[in-house]
């Protein structure tokens, strides 16, 4: 999958289904401040990061994004894990 349509696609639900104002969302913008999660949205957001991708984001995973780029990047990463 390309990273524009791994970025439309996480957009699209962050903004739809998490309310996240899509002004904000930016490559750069720091991504647990931007959403305002708590811990039960993030088991919210990892299923639907794996129905809409296929793949399963653990919370290790999430130490590592601070970006909306790295959370983006870590989706990538991970679809191409699960091709290999």
Known sequence: MEREKIVAIANDFLINEFEVDGDEIS?????????????LDYIDLVVVIESNFGVKLGEAD?????????FYSTIENKITEKKA
């Open 27 to 39: 490559n750069d913008a720091h991504f647990k401040k931007t959403l305002g999660l708590d811990s």
């Open 62 to 70: 999430f130490k590592n994004i601070v970006t909306f780029d790295d």
